[in-house]
């Protein structure tokens, strides 16, 4: 009774498949969800953000998506980056632990994979076991391809995963629709890299600066006390770093603290 319980707190009540929208009206929908996206999307955003408002808008572009998140798999480990459900994220975790389940089938084939659950036992068992404790019975993983430029190939990037309380959710109509939904999207996500990269290179430039100008006042005070030359003082200073195996930048830092507390 617990466990019947659970479920249906957890599973709201459905449309059955016959009482599913039309298909005009299910383009519709993921249409002004890409509206959505497209105008709510700045340029300034990280990937991170950006993969959340995709995630939140992707819920609401196909009937019976109950809950969205976003594999990234282009990294040594992969991750879940966005999620409308945090419970769901154990869902995803499996499947990386185990290194297979349907988000890693769609990276593989770079196709979309529909699984309803209790169909995979043999297949991919963490992700159905984990995908039943969490009352799931349909889930459809999309993967997310970046655009390619004239000097790059199509970039996988990760995988849009749909959950689904409903068994008969997720036709071959929707998957096109997440297909087209993700092919548009990409975009989004591109741009959101292009900036995160800039932002990164702006800040290790701002970084390589600063500690710049601390090893010339280091070999300013270093200089005037030993008057020795430039090459000299800066030699005394790579000389200390190795001995105590701190950083050049740090030496010169503490050099500096040291004579402003004499």
């Known amino acids: 009774m617990a466990d019947e319980t659970h479920a249906s707190e957890m599973s709201p009540a459905k449309p059955d498949e016959g009482d599913r929208p039309d298909a005009l009206s299910r383009l519709d929908e993921t249409a002004e969800a890409l509206t959505v996206l497209r105008n709510?999307?700045?340029?300034?955003?990280?990937?991170?953000?950006?993969?959340?408002?995709?995630?939140?808008?992707?819920s609401g572009a196909i009937p019976d998506a109950d809950a969205v998140t976003v594999s990234l798999m282009d990294l040594a480990?992969?991750?879940?980056?966005?999620a409308t459900n945090p419970r769901l994220i154990e869902v995803d975790e499996k499947q990386y632990s185990a290194n297979r389940g349907p988000c890693?089938?769609?990276?593989?084939?770079l196709r979309a994979v529909r699984a309803v659950v209790?169909?995979?036992?043999?297949?991919?068992?963490?992700f159905e076991a984990a995908?039943?404790?969490q009352a799931i019975r349909a889930y459809l993983s999309v993967p997310v391809l970046l655009p390619s430029s004239q000097s790059t190939q199509e970039q996988h990037l990760g995988s849009l995963n749909i959950y689904s309380y409903t068994a008969a959710a997720f036709d071959p109509f929707d998957e096109g629709l997440?297909?087209?939904?993700?092919?548009?999207?990409?975009?989004?996500?591109?741009?959101a890299q292009r900036h995160q990269r800039s932002?990164?290179?702006?800040?290790?430039?701002?970084?390589?600066?600063?500690?710049?100008?601390?090893?010339d006042q280091a070999k300013g005070v270093l200089i005037a006390v030993h008057s020795c030359t430039a090459d000299e003082a800066f030699a005394?200073?790579?000389?200390?770093?190795?001995?105590?195996?701190?950083?050049?930048?740090d030496i010169a830092k503490n050099l500096l603290d040291s004579v402003a507390r004499s």
């Open 236 to 249: 005394m200073l790579v000389q200390r770093s190795q001995r105590e195996n701190i950083k050049l930048r």
């Open 118 to 126: 209790g169909e995979h036992l043999e297949e991919w068992p963490e």
């Open 40 to 58: 709510f999307f700045t340029d300034e955003e990280p990937l991170d953000t950006a993969l959340q408002r995709l995630a939140d808008t992707a």
């Open 131 to 133: 995908a039943a404790e």
């Open 199 to 215: 932002r990164d290179h702006i800040s290790s430039l701002e970084q390589a600066l600063v500690s710049r100008a601390v090893i």
């Open 104 to 109: 890693f089938e769609a990276a593989r084939t």
């Open 178 to 191: 997440m297909r087209l939904f993700t092919t548009t999207a990409s975009a989004t996500i591109a741009s």
């Open 77 to 82: 480990q992969p991750r879940t980056a966005a």
